[in-house]
Structures are given as structure tokens and as C-alpha cells.
């Protein structure tokens, strides 16, 4: 079956600007969550979906990011007045519940000029 | 705050010696996970103890929990070339249903 999929793979966008990540997480797996790496850093945790309840957004670092989960399924985040500090490595797993195991996609890297 | 803090930050052996890495976190936890990480994309999930569990084994790699120190270690055995990654540990907090990474320790294997 199909993993953890997310587009685009790169991003590269000029400050100022928005910009939409979307992730399509494995069939079935209710938990979704978002995090961000810069370079050479650990996971940067940014929010968290589990089924119909409200999504957990204490790791977002500024109202610029926000995102959604439609249908309980597609995330979309997005970033707005895109910021050169944003630059870095998104990176999205979805898993099975909570305190299971989590598959990751293969990131989307956003470049900020 | 860094849930967990793996040691070392960068750890090079050759080919065929084992390799051991550690984490230390500050609360209490339901499980702790280790991920690996190759050329800074996607994790791939490794192993999963869970706080009332001292030990585990999956192929060549082993993790120990010690929940009174706080602290986890993963080994791998026989190292290969291909095992050169990132390995980071991740632990609940308290319970909390998202996971907190370390900035994780980068394994160079030499072949």
C-alpha cells in the first residue's frame, strides 16, 4: 500500500508570499500530525489531528501557519507573509491512533528568499 | 524544552563495530520510539518500548529503558555502511499524544 505522501517535494518561494504543504497520509490512520526540521536540527512538533477532535496547534510558532484536515483524510498547512525564518524541512506522519508508531512522508523543503 | 537529548551528537565507527547511542528525557512517559533519518528527509520508525519494559530486540539493534534514570539506549550490532543515518528518540510527554524529538546523533559508518 501507499505511504505517506506530500507535495511538492520542494518549495522555493520569495518572502512575503503564502504558501500551501499538503500531505496525503496512509488510508485508514486517524492521527496526522506536522512538524518542521531546519538544518542539522531535531523535529520541531507544529500540530497534531486525531479524528473529529480538535486538533492539538500548541507547536505552531505564529498565526501566520495554520492548517486544516478535510474529510478526515488530506492535510493542507499553510504558511502566509512566508518569512526566511520559515525555511526548512516539513515533514509529515500520520499513524494509527496515539502512542503508536508514525510514518512519516518524505518531507516537502521550503526555501524562503 | 528538548524532551529528548541523544548523546553523542555524532558518533563515526567502521564497518562490522557496533554502535551505541543514548537519549535522557525529563517526565514521566508511556513509550519511547527511535527513528532513523536518511539525508534529512522522511523518519523510518525502528523501535518502540514501552515504560514498563526494560528491553528490546529487533534484528540487530537492541533498546534499553531505564525509567528511574530517565535515559534509553539503542545498540547496533555489526554496523554496515548503510546504516550511516541520523537516529533520533522521541517520547510522550506524560501521556501527550504528540511525540517530542531530540535533535539526534549522526551515525558515520566507514566501510
Known amino acids: 500500500g501507499a505511504g505517506v505522501s506530500q507535495s511538492p517535494s520542494n518549495k522555493v518561494t520569495e518572502k512575503g508570499k503564502d504558501v500551501e504543504l499538503r500531505c496525503d497520509p496512509i488510508?485508514?490512520?486517524?492521527?496526522l500530525y506536522w512538524y518542521r526540521q531546519s538544518l542539522g536540527q531535531g523535529l520541531e512538533f507544529l500540530i497534531y489531528?486525531?479524528?473529529?477532535?480538535?486538533?492539538?496547534k500548541s507547536g505552531l510558532p505564529s498565526d501566520r501557519f495554520s492548517a486544516e484536515r478535510t474529510g478526515g483524510s488530506v492535510s493542507t498547512l499553510t504558511i502566509q507573509r512566508t518569512q526566511q525564518e520559515d525555511s526548512a524541512v516539513y515533514l509529515c506522519?500520520?499513524?494509527?491512533?496515539?502512542?503508536?508508531?508514525?510514518?512519516f512522508g518524505p518531507g516537502t523543503r521550503l526555501t524562503v528568499l | 524544552s528538548q524532551q529528548g537529548e541523544e548523546d553523542p551528537q555524532a558518533l563515526s565507527i567502521q564497518e562490522g563495530e557496533n554502535a551505541t547511542m543514548n537519549c535522557s528525557y525529563k517526565?514521566?512517559?508511556?513509550?519511547l520510539q527511535w527513528y532513523r533519518q536518511n539525508s534529512g528527509r522522511g523518519l523510518v520508525h525502528l523501535i518502540l518500548?514501552?515504560?514498563?519494559?526494560r528491553e528490546k530486540h529487533s534484528g540487530r539493534l537492541r533498546v534499553t529503558l531505564d525509567t528511574s534514570k530517565k535515559s534509553s539506549s539503542l545498540l547496533i550490532t555489526a554496523s554496515r555502511a548503510a546504516d550511516t543515518a541520523s537516529y533520533f528518540c522521541?517520547?510522550?510527554?506524560?501521556?501527550?499524544?504528540?511525540?517530542?524529538f531530540g535533535k539526534g546523533t549522526k551515525l558515520t559508518v566507514n566501510p
Open positions: 506522519a500520520s499513524s494509527f491512533g496515539s502512542w503508536v508508531e508514525q510514518f
Open positions: 488510508s485508514g490512520h486517524t492521527a
Open positions: 489531528f486525531q479524528g473529529n477532535s480538535a486538533p492539538d
Open positions: 517526565t514521566s512517559i508511556n513509550n
Open positions: 518500548i514501552r515504560s514498563n519494559e
Open positions: 522521541a517520547t510522550d510527554q506524560g501521556g501527550s499524544e504528540k511525540l517530542v
